[in-house]
């Protein structure tokens, strides 16, 4: 192994909702990371905090990145691979940025609370100011920082607002531990009454710690 990945990575140097996410985790727990990109956060929970990780990601140029980088990613897809995991096996499940590009998000969060004991999830805030202004003014679906596709070739396919969110945790029986806003193109956090009517206006994004009731 190479000194570079016997080095862990500054939080500062991670994304602002990224360093958040960390935050959340104790050293040594057990990981899943849906979604993990080319792998920054793995790294970081691995190299920093001990965590037994373990990757999930749709994307093969991303997986072989990751692997590159020394993580144990596999490819797969969160909509149909999530059942082939025993209940309970992680101490964390984290789905960053991921559940609004799912086809089923529902069951996707009962998955990971089944094989979670805790779930990190986060997404944007479709219910954000600037984008119902956008959408009254100019007529057409909102790009923003924070939803920075066009329609027709976004991966985000359940965009939802935060008290959207909130509803489907409930369906979904999750108990919400911790609630953070994300803002400022998900660089600044801040934390937040899920119950307050504040955030699904004012806020770009959210992000809840989840536990199943």
Not at 3 to 14: D, F, N, V
Not at 157 to 163: S, V
Request: hydrophobic letters at 40%.
């Amino acid at each position: 192994m190479s000194r570079e990945l016997l080095t862990a990575k500054p939080a500062s140097k991670l994304r602002p909702d990224l360093a958040a996410i960390a935050d959340m985790i104790p050293p040594g727990a057990r990981v899943l990371d849906i979604g993990c990109g080319d792998g920054s956060l793995l790294e970081y929970l691995v190299r920093a905090k001990g965590v037994d990780g373990r990757g999930l990601e749709l994307i093969q140029q991303n997986v072989n990145q990751c692997v590159a980088r020394g993580l144990s990613v596999v490819q797969g897809d969160a909509d149909a691979d999530l059942n082939e995991y025993p209940s309970g096996i992680f101490d964390i499940v984290i789905l960053s940025q991921t559940i609004q590009a799912t086809e089923k998000p529902s069951y996707v969060l009962r998955e990971l609370l089944r094989i979670g004991k805790r779930v990190i999830v986060s997404f944007p805030n479709f219910g954000h100011w600037k984008v119902r202004l956008s959408l009254l003014v100019n007529g057409r679906m909102p790009v923003t920082k924070t939803l920075g596709h066009s329609w027709h070739d976004t991966p985000n396919i359940h965009l939802c607002t935060i008290t959207d969110f909130l509803t489907l945790a409930q369906e979904t029986g999750a108990k919400i531990e911790k609630a953070l806003t994300l803002d400022d193109g998900n660089q600044r956090t801040r934390v937040m009454h899920p119950n307050s009517w504040g955030p699904n206006i004012f806020a770009e994004g959210a992000i809840f710690l989840l536990a199943k009731q």
